[in-house]
């Protein structure tokens, strides 16, 4: 069981456009996941004490593409890698780096945004356009979002354009999930929760998923996920720690599915 799963932590969120503190993030996930209030086991019945984790810990990123070549390093030997964020920004680096390694594949991101912006005030690179450059990139076969409910015009079209598979939240159906044909990158922004949830993000936005619906989102993916990203989390926004404590159970419900779908 040891060594199974990389972990690393990217402490960065230059591209955060309305507030910073996605950067504060990943040591604070790791405490509520040792947090003498929880113990180590999945619901589905695995125990995934931290040993289990190959932990790289925090990096402290002074270039954006930085995040390319030390992702790079933690997926040579194609083990499934979870980064905690920082700011959405890094998924784009992190894949990057995944279509060196894995060639294309399906990506499947939970968010109350889209984050499918050409340019976010004069920046390519901002935490609302990720997923513009991943399908420029031709990175994803299949881009699957699930959660979004900030919809504009532009975005609309750039979903479109790239063909994307939208479930919004307004349309949600617990019962009617996407079918995944092929392993799967699994990113999940923290604000796709209900700001009632999970409040330590920069982005309130109302009428989210509950923590269940997305415990049951995750506990349905029947295919191996051989990355996954957990980003948003605002600590500065964050009440008694709860939202920590949701992305840490997030965290152990993702690498339950590791294990049992690898
Ligand atoms: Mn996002
Ligand atoms: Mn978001």
Not at 110 to 139: N, Q, T, V
Not at 196 to 216: D, I, K, N, W, Y
Not at 217 to 239: C, S
């Given at each position: 069981m040891k060594n199974q799963i990389v972990l690393q932590g990217i402490c960065y969120?230059?591209?955060?456009?309305?507030?910073?503190?996605?950067?504060?993030a990943p040591p604070l996930i790791r405490k509520a996941y040792r947090s003498d209030s929880a113990n180590y086991f999945s619901e589905s019945g695995l125990e995934l004490k931290p040993e289990l984790f190959e932990d790289k810990g925090d990096y402290t990123i002074a270039e954006y593409f930085e995040i390319e070549s030390l992702t790079l390093k933690c997926i040579e030997q194609k083990r499934p890698l979870i980064s905690l964020g920082g700011d959405h920004s890094i998924t784009y680096p992190i894949l990057k780096a995944f279509y060196k390694i894995y060639g294309q594949i399906d990506v499947v991101h939970i968010d109350a945004?889209?984050?499918?912006?050409?340019?976010?005030e004069g920046d390519r690179y901002s935490h609302a356009c990720p997923f513009a450059r991943i399908m420029e990139d031709k990175i994803a076969s299949r881009l699957v979002q699930i959660g979004i409910r900030t919809l504009n015009t532009h975005q609309k079209n750039q979903a479109e354009k790239f063909g994307v598979e939208m479930l919004e939240m307004k349309n949600f159906e617990i019962n009617r999930l996407p079918k995944y044909d092929h392993p799967i990158y699994l990113s999940l922004d923290m604000d796709c929760l209900d700001p009632a949830f999970a409040p330590g993000v920069s982005h309130h936005e109302p009428g989210g998923l509950t923590t269940r619906q997305l415990l049951h989102i995750l506990q349905k993916i029947n295919v191996p996920i051989i990355g996954a990203d957990i980003v948003e989390y605002n600590p500065n926004r964050d009440l008694n720690g709860m939202t920590a404590m949701v992305a840490a159970k997030v965290v152990k419900e993702i690498a339950a599915q590791m294990l049992v779908n690898s």
């Amino acid at each position: 069981m040891k060594n199974q799963i990389v972990l690393q932590g990217i402490c960065y969120d230059d591209k955060s456009s309305f507030m910073k503190g996605p950067a504060l993030a990943p040591p604070l996930i790791r405490k509520a996941y040792r947090s003498d209030s929880a113990n180590y086991f999945s619901e589905s019945g695995l125990e995934l004490k931290p040993e289990l984790f190959e932990d790289k810990g925090d990096y402290t990123i002074a270039e954006y593409f930085e995040i390319e070549s030390l992702t790079l390093k933690c997926i040579e030997q194609k083990r499934p890698l979870i980064s905690l964020g920082g700011d959405h920004s890094i998924t784009y680096p992190i894949l990057k780096a995944f279509y060196k390694i894995y060639g294309q594949i399906d990506v499947v991101h939970i968010d109350a945004h889209a984050d499918l912006y050409h340019e976010f005030e004069g920046d390519r690179y901002s935490h609302a356009c990720p997923f513009a450059r991943i399908m420029e990139d031709k990175i994803a076969s299949r881009l699957v979002q699930i959660g979004i409910r900030t919809l504009n015009t532009h975005q609309k079209n750039q979903a479109e354009k790239f063909g994307v598979e939208m479930l919004e939240m307004k349309n949600f159906e617990i019962n009617r999930l996407p079918k995944y044909d092929h392993p799967i990158y699994l990113s999940l922004d923290m604000d796709c929760l209900d700001p009632a949830f999970a409040p330590g993000v920069s982005h309130h936005e109302p009428g989210g998923l509950t923590t269940r619906q997305l415990l049951h989102i995750l506990q349905k993916i029947n295919v191996p996920i051989i990355g996954a990203d957990i980003v948003e989390y605002n600590p500065n926004r964050d009440l008694n720690g709860m939202t920590a404590m949701v992305a840490a159970k997030v965290v152990k419900e993702i690498a339950a599915q590791m294990l049992v779908n690898s």
